[in-house]
């Protein structure tokens, strides 16, 4: 279950950036709501980077080795 912390740890930074990043694009104003689109644009690419990560981990079992 080690092998399973980064992904986790990136699906919740992503998901979390796209929250804050929802938040600054309805309560911000002005700049504020570009930078709220930056953030969710950010928190889009955390959830790619999660998604290849796990597809590595996807053919092994949950002892750590490959499965054939």
Do not use: E, H, Q
Request: glycine content about 14%; overall charge positive.
């Amino acid at each position: 279950m080690t092998y399973l912390r980064g992904p986790l740890y990136l699906d919740i930074t992503a998901k979390g950036l796209c929250i804050l990043g929802a938040a600054l694009m309805i309560f911000g104003r002005g700049g504020w709501f570009y930078v709220g689109v930056a953030t969710v644009v950010l928190g889009v690419l955390f959830i790619g980077a999660s998604l290849l990560a796990t597809r590595k981990l996807r053919n092994r079992r949950w002892d750590g080795t490959r499965r054939t």
